[in-house]
Nanobody, 126 residues
């Protein structure tokens, strides 16, 4: 069992940056793969990025080049740059024992993640 807690959300203006943090506690095996997702009324749930235990990272095309996922053992970070109103959403951290890969990059698909945090709200104003 894993407990995930996100922090770092808030309100920023267009063009601003935020860094989200996820802390995983409990079974370390179940947090070998960490991912970030977001959900909004307009787009539903969207996978953003995932990172393996050895640091391999994969990104959704919509955030590649703007968002960077990183980790330090059981902590994961999502560095978000050049934010716009379309990035307004609740951001979730998720974990799984294994990552699933496409072209050697971890996939941020909610189908492959077993444990979820409660989310942190990000609001981007124009």
């Amino acid at each position: 069992q894993v407990h995930l807690e996100e922090s770092g959300g808030g309100s920023v203006q267009t063009g601003g940056s935020l860094t989200l943090t996820c802390v995983a506690t409990g079974s370390p095996v179940s947090s070998y793969c960490l991912g970030w997702f977001r959900q909004s009324p307009q787009k539903g749930r969207e996978g953003l990025a995932a990172i393996s235990r050895d640091g391999r990272a994969g990104y959704a095309p919509s955030v590649m080049g703007r968002f960077t996922i990183s980790r330090d053992n059981a902590k994961a970070y999502l560095h978000m740059n050049n934010l716009g109103p379309d990035d307004t959403a609740i951001y979730y951290c998720a974990s799984n024992q294994v990552c699933h890969y496409r072209n050697d990059a971890p996939r941020a698909s909610d189908y492959f993640f077993s444990y979820w945090g409660q989310g942190t709200q990000v609001n981007v104003s124009s």
